[in-house]
C-alpha cells in the first residue's frame, strides 16, 4: 500500500518560515517525480512546486518563486518544502503527491498524480 504522509504544518506570522515534511511508502521512491499542491477553502488545488528523480530539477508556480524551495532525500524517501517569506494567500492545506510513473517532465496538473498525502495546514497569520 503506498502512502504519502505529511507534516509540519503550523501557524506561523506572515514574513516568517516553516518547512513541510512528506515521508513515502510502498514505492520506490527514486523513481518519482515528487510534487507539492495546496488548495484553500472554496478553491481549486494548485500546483506549488516539483522535483525530479534525482532532484537536480525543480519548477515553481510563479506566485512562490524566490521563496519556496523543494528538495528531496531519496535514501530516506522524503521529500521537503521550504517556504520563507510567507504571505497570508499562503494559507492553505499542502499536499504531498507522486507523479504518475513513465513521465519525463515535471508537470502541474493534478491529474497527473497518482498517489497523495492527506495534506497538512498552514495558516498565515498576520
Known amino acids: 500500500q503506498v502512502q504519502l504522509v505529511e507534516s509540519g504544518g503550523g501557524v506561523v506570522q506572515a514574513g516568517g518560515s516553516l518547512t513541510l515534511s512528506c515521508a513515502a511508502s510502498g514505492l520506490v521512491f527514486p523513481n518519482y517525480f515528487m510534487a507539492w499542491f495546496r488548495q484553500a477553502p472554496g478553491k481549486e488545488r494548485e500546483f506549488v512546486a516539483g522535483?525530479?528523480?534525482?532532484?537536480?530539477?525543480?519548477r515553481y508556480t510563479d506566485s512562490v518563486k524566490g521563496r519556496f524551495t523543494i528538495s528531496r532525500n531519496n535514501a530516506k524517501n522524503m521529500v521537503y518544502l521550504e517556504m520563507n517569506s510567507l504571505k497570508l494567500e499562503d494559507t492553505a492545506v499542502f499536499f504531498c503527491?507522486?507523479?504518475?510513473?513513465?513521465?519525463?517532465?515535471?508537470?502541474?496538473?493534478?491529474?497527473?498524480?497518482?498517489?497523495w498525502g492527506q495534506g497538512t495546514r498552514v495558516t498565515v497569520s498576520p
Open positions: 522535483i525530479n528523480r534525482g532532484g537536480g530539477f525543480a
Open positions: 503527491a507522486a507523479q504518475t510513473p513513465g513521465l519525463d517532465s515535471i508537470l502541474q496538473h493534478p491529474g497527473e498524480y497518482t498517489y
